[in-house]
C-alpha cells in the first residue's frame, strides 16, 4: 500500500472520522456508475467505495446485487431482469441502461467495468473495493493489469478470500467486513491479512473497545442520518460508509 492508503488504514482522530462514499454518492446518483463515483470525488469523500461480480466472460463490473433487477425498468421480461449477473458477457451488461431507475436524467447510464473505473480513479482518489464473487486471482489480475495493487484498498465478508488474497499480495491493503459479535474472532480478522475492520452499525462499546485494543481501525456502513453521524463520532469510529457523502462531509467539516 502507499503512503496515502497507509494513512487511512491507521485510526483516525476521534472529532474527524473518514468519509467513505458507499457506492459513490448513491443517495443522489445511481450506485456503482461513474456518475455516482464523480460526485463522490467531488464531494471530498476519503475512499470510494465500490462492488464487483466477475462475467462470464471474465471480466469484473461494478453492481451490488447478483441481478440487474433493481437498477432496470420493471417492464423488462422478468428472465433478463433475474438473470445472474455472473452470466453475462460485458457486451450485453453494456447496453442495459442502469441510471434511469434513479432519475430519467440519467438515462444511457451503464454498468461500468472495473478496469476503467481503476483507470479514471485509481490516482485521483482512494478506491474502496468490495468483491462480491469471483476468485482472488481475478481480484489480483485485474489489480496488476492496471498498476493499481498498492493504490486500493479490497474488502469482502469472506474472510478465506481475503487470506487468500493476502497470501498472493501481501502489500495489497485488505478491510475485513464483518456483522454481529466481535468477541472471540479478533484473531481470525488479523489473519486475514486485513488492517482494519468494517462493521455494520450494531456494535456494543466493548467491541468497538476490542477493535481498537487490537490496533485495527473501525469503519461502519451504511450511515445516512446526522444522528447516525453523531453517534459514530461518540464512539470514537474511524470511519463512516454513507450513501450522503456530501452531507456526511459538510457535517464533519
Given amino acids: 500500500m502507499n503512503d ?7 485510526p483516525q482522530p476521534a472529532d474527524h472520522p473518514l468519509v467513505i462514499g458507499h ?28 462492488d464487483f461480480h466477475p462475467t462470464v466472460d471474465s471480466h469484473l463490473v461494478c453492481v451490488h446485487d447478483t441481478t440487474l433487477a433493481r437498477y432496470l425498468d420493471p417492464h423488462l421480461d422478468r428472465d433478463l431482469m433475474y438473470r445472474p449477473v455472473v452470466s453475462y458477457t460485458l457486451d450485453e451488461l453494456r447496453r442495459l441502461d442502469v441510471g434511469t431507475w434513479k432519475d430519467k436524467r440519467f438515462a444511457g447510464t451503464t454498468v461500468p467495468a472495473l478496469d476503467e473505473v481503476l483507470d479514471k480513479y485509481s490516482r485521483a482518489c482512494v478506491l474502496l473495493i468490495e468483491r462480491k464473487a469471483g476468485t482472488p486471482e481475478q481480484t489480483l489480475e485485474a489489480l496488476q493489469r492496471r498498476d493499481a495493487v498498492e493504490h486500493v484498498v479490497v474488502q469482502s465478508f469472506d474472510w478465506v478470500y481475503l487470506a487468500h488474497l493476502h497470501a498472493l499480495a501481501p502489500t495489497l491493503a485488505l478491510a475485513a467486513l464483518g456483522s454481529g459479535a466481535v468477541e472471540g474472532r479478533i484473531d481470525t480478522l488479523r489473519a486475514t491479512g486485513a488492517t482494519a475492520a468494517h462493521w455494520n452499525d450494531q456494535l456494543r462499546a466493548a467491541d468497538v473497545a476490542a477493535i481498537h485494543a487490537a490496533g485495527l481501525p473501525l469503519w461502519l456502513y451504511t450511515l445516512n442520518s446526522e444522528l447516525a453521524w453523531r453517534g459514530a463520532l461518540a464512539m470514537q469510529i474511524d470511519g463512516i460508509a454513507t450513501d450522503r457523502c456530501d452531507e456526511a462531509r459538510a457535517f464533519l467539516a
Avoid: H, K, Q
Fill in 4 to 10: 496515502r492508503i497507509r494513512a487511512l488504514m491507521s
Fill in 23 to 50: 457506492r459513490g454518492l448513491a443517495w443522489s446518483y445511481p450506485e456503482n456508475t461513474l456518475p455516482s463515483y464523480d460526485a463522490a470525488v467531488a464531494a471530498r469523500a476519503d475512499m470510494v467505495e465500490l
